[in-house]
Protein backbone atom coordinates (compact mmCIF):
# COMPACT_ATOMS: atom_id res chain seq x y z
CA UNK A 1 0.00 0.00 0.00
CA UNK A 2 1.63 3.80 -0.51
CA UNK A 3 2.90 5.70 2.12
CA UNK A 4 2.88 8.97 2.45
CA UNK A 5 5.28 11.98 4.06
CA UNK A 6 4.10 15.07 4.24
CA UNK A 7 6.93 18.03 4.41
CA UNK A 8 7.31 21.73 4.37
CA UNK A 9 5.09 23.07 7.34
CA UNK A 10 6.71 25.74 9.48
CA UNK A 11 5.67 29.06 11.46
CA UNK A 12 4.51 32.06 9.05
CA UNK A 13 3.66 35.53 9.92
CA UNK A 14 -0.01 36.43 8.33
CA UNK A 15 -0.06 36.95 4.22
CA UNK A 16 3.09 34.32 4.12
CA UNK A 17 2.72 31.62 2.07
CA UNK A 18 4.30 28.10 2.37
CA UNK A 19 4.07 25.10 0.00
CA UNK A 20 3.89 22.06 1.69
CA UNK A 21 5.01 18.39 -0.43
CA UNK A 22 3.73 14.65 0.14
CA UNK A 23 6.18 12.37 -0.90
CA UNK A 24 4.75 8.39 -1.87
CA UNK A 25 6.26 5.75 -2.09
CA UNK A 26 5.43 2.09 -2.55
CA UNK A 27 2.51 3.71 -4.58
CA UNK A 28 2.14 6.24 -7.21
CA UNK A 29 0.20 9.17 -6.94
CA UNK A 30 -1.10 9.11 -10.77
CA UNK A 31 -3.14 5.80 -9.33
CA UNK A 32 -5.07 7.43 -6.48
CA UNK A 33 -6.94 10.20 -5.90
CA UNK A 34 -5.08 12.42 -3.68
CA UNK A 35 -6.30 15.17 -1.15
CA UNK A 36 -4.85 17.41 1.58
CA UNK A 37 -7.07 17.59 4.80
CA UNK A 38 -6.05 19.72 8.05
CA UNK A 39 -7.13 19.38 12.02
CA UNK A 40 -6.65 22.34 14.52
CA UNK A 41 -6.53 21.66 17.91
CA UNK A 42 -10.44 21.23 18.95
CA UNK A 43 -12.01 21.07 15.80
CA UNK A 44 -12.39 17.93 13.25
CA UNK A 45 -10.65 17.29 10.17
CA UNK A 46 -11.44 19.19 7.66
CA UNK A 47 -10.66 18.95 3.52
CA UNK A 48 -8.81 21.34 1.89
CA UNK A 49 -8.21 20.78 -1.42
CA UNK A 50 -8.39 17.25 -3.96
CA UNK A 51 -7.31 15.83 -7.28
CA UNK A 52 -8.31 13.57 -9.42
CA UNK A 53 -6.28 10.86 -11.65
CA UNK A 54 -7.38 13.23 -14.47
CA UNK A 55 -6.08 16.18 -12.69
CA UNK A 56 -9.42 17.82 -11.57
CA UNK A 57 -9.17 19.71 -8.63
CA UNK A 58 -11.88 20.74 -5.75
CA UNK A 59 -11.24 23.18 -3.04
CA UNK A 60 -13.03 24.07 0.47
CA UNK A 61 -14.55 27.81 -0.16
CA UNK A 62 -12.20 28.71 2.49
CA UNK A 63 -9.40 28.15 0.82
CA UNK A 64 -10.21 28.83 -3.05
CA UNK A 65 -8.19 31.65 -4.78
CA UNK A 66 -5.67 31.35 -2.12
CA UNK A 67 -4.36 27.55 -2.32
CA UNK A 68 -3.16 25.60 -4.95
CA UNK A 69 -3.14 21.47 -5.59
CA UNK A 70 -0.92 19.76 -7.66
CA UNK A 71 0.78 16.84 -8.35
CA UNK A 72 4.69 16.12 -10.02
CA UNK A 73 4.39 12.76 -11.38
CA UNK A 74 7.99 11.99 -11.90
CA UNK A 75 8.47 13.05 -8.52
CA UNK A 76 5.48 11.59 -7.04
CA UNK A 77 4.70 14.17 -4.92
CA UNK A 78 1.70 16.19 -4.19
CA UNK A 79 1.88 19.88 -3.06
CA UNK A 80 -0.47 22.65 -1.80
CA UNK A 81 0.74 26.23 -2.48
CA UNK A 82 -0.57 28.50 0.37
CA UNK A 83 -0.26 32.07 -0.16
CA UNK A 84 -2.20 34.97 1.66
CA UNK A 85 -2.12 32.56 4.60
CA UNK A 86 -4.31 33.74 7.80
CA UNK A 87 -4.20 33.09 11.58
CA UNK A 88 -7.48 30.49 11.15
CA UNK A 89 -4.97 28.46 8.19
CA UNK A 90 -3.27 27.30 12.03
CA UNK A 91 -3.55 23.73 11.40
CA UNK A 92 -1.72 19.91 11.19
CA UNK A 93 -1.92 19.02 7.66
CA UNK A 94 -2.34 15.69 6.06
CA UNK A 95 -2.19 14.46 2.75
CA UNK A 96 -4.46 11.60 1.73
CA UNK A 97 -4.78 8.77 -0.84
CA UNK A 98 -7.80 7.04 -1.99
CA UNK A 99 -8.75 4.03 -4.36
CA UNK A 100 -12.09 4.58 -5.36
CA UNK A 101 -13.65 8.21 -7.00
CA UNK A 102 -14.32 10.20 -4.28
CA UNK A 103 -17.15 8.04 -2.80
CA UNK A 104 -17.87 10.77 0.27
CA UNK A 105 -17.05 13.60 -1.97
CA UNK A 106 -13.58 15.30 -2.65
CA UNK A 107 -13.46 16.56 0.35
CA UNK A 108 -14.83 13.49 2.69
CA UNK A 109 -12.36 12.08 5.15
CA UNK A 110 -14.21 8.49 4.24
CA UNK A 111 -13.08 8.75 0.39
CA UNK A 112 -9.43 7.65 1.28
CA UNK A 113 -8.23 5.02 2.60
CA UNK A 114 -4.16 6.22 3.38
CA UNK A 115 -2.98 8.92 5.44
CA UNK A 116 0.35 10.90 5.90
CA UNK A 117 1.94 11.50 9.38
CA UNK A 118 1.01 15.15 9.53
CA UNK A 119 3.23 18.74 9.08
CA UNK A 120 2.67 21.49 11.51
CA UNK A 121 1.32 24.96 9.53
CA UNK A 122 1.00 27.75 12.48
CA UNK A 123 0.48 31.39 11.35
CA UNK A 124 0.62 34.79 13.69
CA UNK A 125 -0.87 37.88 13.44
Known amino acids: QVQLVESGGGSVQAGGSLRLSCAAS????????MAWFRQAPGKEREGVAA???????VYANSVKGRFTISRDNAKNTLYLQMNSLEPEDSAMYYC???????????????????WGQGTQVTVSS
Open 96 to 114: AAGNAPWPFGPLGMNSYDY
Open 26 to 33: AGYVINYY
Open 51 to 57: IDKSGRT
